[in-house]
């Protein structure tokens, strides 16, 4: 996979996802290629972040910042900011901590297109902290009005 020379910093990202303001959670796209892409962030550390809850970060909030990679990765792609979608399922959910923002490393969110079609894709996704899994599984996303 390329790695991006500069990378895409987190301006650049929010022009091409439909996240705006504090929800867009990537920092930076480190790098792709048209299967995959490598993204990092930091977010899941700020006080601020609008998935926060009592205090906290539950693991479960890292599935946004996997879909958030997803729609970046369709982005560049299709050179072309990404469209709204909708989850339509996830599978193979495996969390193995109970919250992201106890975790003091920068988070790497792996995506991997399995099915990438103008009216969905579904993703393969992996988040890890220090070479360690936090979160993995499967995700699909449909493409309202954008199906042939």
Known sequence: ?????????????AGLVPHHGAMCL?????????????CETGRHRDDANPLRRDGMLPAVCGLEFALQA????GAVGAA???SVGF???LRDIR????????VQAPLLIEAVALVAETGGFIYRFDITADGRSLLS???AVILPG???
């Open 70 to 73: 997803m729609a970046l990765h």
């Open 95 to 102: 969390m193995n901590v109970d919250r992201l923002d106890t």
């Open 87 to 89: 989850v339509s399922s």
């Open 1 to 13: 996979m390329p790695v991006l020379s500069p990378p895409l910093d987190h301006a650049a990202i």
């Open 26 to 38: 990537l920092d930076r796209a480190i790098a792709w290629d048209a299967s995959r892409i490598l």
């Open 146 to 148: 954008e199906a042939a």
């Open 137 to 139: 599984g499967q995700a």
């Open 80 to 82: 072309a900011a990404q």
